[in-house]
């Protein structure tokens, strides 16, 4: 299984490639577009995988993906926090 965060683009770079930001972090990567039906602009997420830009999506998609993984990361805090607390 692989989980994917959604990354904005940044800017446009020769070849079909992007460089982005992912998620809301200070993490930038070199991404093909190759895949996409349409070239992305400055601004758009997109869904990477190994490299390649697989999907886009609207702002609205980005964010409602990024709060779910927010909230799945604070649920993991908590359980590994309880089972520390239990040994």
Do not use: K
């Not at 989980?3 to 972090?25: F, K, T, W, Y």
């Not at 999506?57 to 993906?65: G, M, V, Y």
Request: with cysteine.
């Amino acid at each position: 299984m692989c989980l994917a965060v959604p990354v904005q683009v940044v800017e446009l770079q020769p070849n079909d490639m992007a460089r982005v930001r992912v998620g809301e972090s200070e993490t930038f990567l070199t991404a093909s577009t190759m895949l996409l039906p349409q070239p992305p602009d400055v601004g758009d997420y997109l869904i990477v995988h190994a490299g390649f830009a697989l999907h886009s999506l609207t702002p609205d998609e980005a964010r409602q993906s990024l709060e779910t993984l927010r909230e799945m990361a604070v649920l993991l805090q908590e359980e590994q926090g309880a089972a520390e607390n239990a040994l």
